[in-house]
């Protein structure tokens, strides 16, 4: 409610936008106790929808982003963007990355050795280059075309680790293949990121800006590891003589919230410093406790950031009223062709004979968090236009949605052609 | 930076006005990423000064408040409200007050009996009644007067706890009743802010409107006990059927902020409701494992309460260049005078032999969260002025900083006659 008037929450739209133009330099329009209700809302939402998906087989994550369309302006309305609500989805993101970081071990993917390599590879130059060229294809420009491409790359490694496990087959050599490849395609994709951060900053498409990028994103994860992981033990040590409580906490938050904030002053998104400060804390003798740590906050945090990408989709693309619907819905089927097509590829980039390739193929279909981390920076730079956001979130949840079946058949494909060779 | 204009960070202040005023509808002009290093920045200096607090033997919520006003406008001008902050430090006192409910157990204080009680009546009027009679004397209004006589009253349970422990004399009967009436305090304390709350809303005072809102907080506190205590275990057992993941956190975090907002909603503070959610989850068999999920987001947001608290001191109201300067020192004086002199008083309401009434009376002088929350309830709601903020805020922190030292030297005073009678 606001202190000048009689705007209320029951107020209509235009009472709500003169009060917010009247008095906003005079009181906080957002009023701590609606930003409360809208967290129960946005929580209780995630959880329920997240639980349906569970119950179907689903990733949850899957639910919470359509909780987040459900609640959004396309159909109840009930949350809308608003700068407290984009500043916790933040905070939820980066708790994820940094997350993310803390649960990878950069030397045990390195042994699954060239295989994973190659898929990671094959998996990231397919999407892009074909991306790019339907895009072109599209009439769209070169800046929208490298941001689509990019998009396409990312493997989800969470949803694929997921459904591995779902299945029981995460000791094969399937999925370590599938598990080091996504791994490389999350390096990979933040450096992709990084170059497409750049690119809606600065809207130049060079090989000199694109390199350069490239460069600064490599020196920042190499720097950040190769000083993080000699200073990091010490700077806790010092850290844990303070007789302040929950310094532990405190102190791992603040080193990803600072690597956070250094990545985004280089230019970087600051998910890349998020993930960097957990590679080098996943190396330290405290990992499980800042992980025992870390995980409640993500716990509130992260559903809120996925919550908050489903608000973003305006469905409204979709409809037959809107003129573009038919341009939307040919966009999104001839990406969701190449997403699925061009990873199904990169499973032929498997070295190692014995290996389902089709399994493979499969499991590197899922684009997630990364995927939908590059389309919101897109929208909200307006790189990329509402129709061709919805086209891409469209992707991610197709892809998602189709991976759990797809790879549990794909198995079971490959054990009918094995009993008779055995 | 402004995606509209040049201002950055760099730009000076009139820069940044004219940036605030003309772009604020078509940008966001907090950037997360702004927001995430005034995060870092926060917490390392909380840290900091609450470790040299500690240091000296002083608590360090102390040092979290010194924290804040370097931070702030009056010194380092690095950190200023804005709606984000102040969202976050609002969060931070609704999971505080909700730990301390967690912590609390009705049972234990009912069982230290009377004493408590007694201690905790007088503990509560006199400072009530000397605050609003000098307030008066001050020529101040009714309404600012009974604000100011209603800081005056409650006890930091935390400090004075937290000193006994420092001080190994937990187990005393001085102890348990200085605790005991503490709670007893913060529960009056509560409904007590109910009542100012209301008055700062509807700015009216008559025996009709705080004994409505007295019943309506007792009603709340009561109902949400009566309900709660057998309902909140049956939903928690519903929710840990859920498969997904960190529900545990979820539900308890969504129940306090439910309730938070509940208590909004009947007129009255969000921490009452918080309170109140925290005795009841106390009572429910998950207790333990809440505890330990809840305190890592305690530990990041709680001191971003203390520290906005602090950046909301105007410490200009001090300086001899402010013409109202003297006045606000004098009220600064006798407020504290009041303060101090009062709850000595209150240790002679033991009705118990053989305890030390002065330990009592001094374990009482802490005024501490529940103080400062109503002075910056009553600076945002307009009904008290920086200077009587600024007084108020200066009891807060002499009180708390004088009770360690006091109440070492009470023990000892005790300890001296006592060998003798031995």
């Excluded at 990121?193 to 000199?208: C, D, F, H, M, P």
Aim: hydrophobic share 55%.
């Amino acid at each position: 409610m606001c202190r000048f008037c009689s705007y209320a929450r029951s107020a209509r739209r235009p009472n709500r936008d003169r009060c917010k133009r009247e008095h906003m330099e005079q009181a906080a329009i957002i009023e701590p106790a609606e930003i409360v209700i809208k967290i129960v809302i946005i929580l209780v939402a995630a959880k329920l929808f997240g639980e349906l998906a569970e119950r179907v087989g689903q990733p949850s994550v899957l639910g919470e982003l359509l909780a987040g369309v459900v609640l959004g302006g396309s159909l109840l309305g009930l949350i809308e963007q608003n700068e407290v609500l984009r500043v916790l989805a933040e905070l939820g993101v980066i708790i994820l990355l940094f997350e993310i970081g803390l649960e990878s071990d950069l030397e045990e993917f390195l042994r699954v050795g060239s295989s994973a390599l190659a898929v990671a590879l094959v998996g990231i130059a397919g999407p892009f280059a074909a991306g790019y060229a339907a895009a072109l294809a599209f009439g769209l420009s070169h800046t929208v075309a490298i941001y689509i491409g990019a998009t396409l790359t990312a493997t989800s490694v969470g949803i694929t680790a997921r459904t591995l496990a779902d299945l029981g087959q995460l000791k094969t050599s399937e999925a370590k293949i599938i598990l080091g490849a996504a791994v490389i395609d999350d390096v990979l994709g933040l450096i992709i990121l990084a170059v497409v951060v750049g690119l809606a900053k600065t809207g130049i498409v060079n090989a000199w800006q694109i390199s350069k990028i490239t460069a600064l994103a490599i020196a920042f994860l190499v720097g950040a590891i190769a000083i993080g992981v000699p200073v990091a033990p010490r700077l806790l040590n010092v850290a844990k003589r303070l007789r302040t409580r929950g310094i532990l906490t405190v102190s791992a938050f603040v080193f990803c919230l600072g690597l956070a904030y250094l990545a985004h002053e280089l230019r970087l998104a600051t998910i890349v410093g998020a993930f960097a400060a957990g590679l080098v804390l996943a190396r330290t003798e405290d990992l499980a406790h800042i992980q025992e740590r870390i995980k409640p906050v993500a716990d509130i945090l992260v559903p809120v950031f996925f919550v908050m990408l489903g608000v973003s989709v305006d469905l409204s693309v979709f409809s037959p009223v809107n003129p573009h619907s038919q341009a939307v819905l040919v966009l999104t089927a001839t990406l969701l062709a190449i997403a699925i097509g061009t990873k199904l590829l990169a499973g032929l980039g498997v070295l190692r004979r014995g290996v389902k390739r089709l399994v493979v193929g499969v499991g590197m279909i899922p684009r997630g968090e990364v995927g939908l981390i590059f389309a919101s920076i897109g929208l909200a730079r307006n790189v990329i236009t509402p129709g061709e956001y919805a086209a891409i979130i469209a992707v991610v949840v197709f892809t998602t949605f189709a991976t759990p079946p797809l790879l549990k058949a794909a198995f079971q494909a490959g054990k009918k052609k094995v009993p008779i060779a055995e």
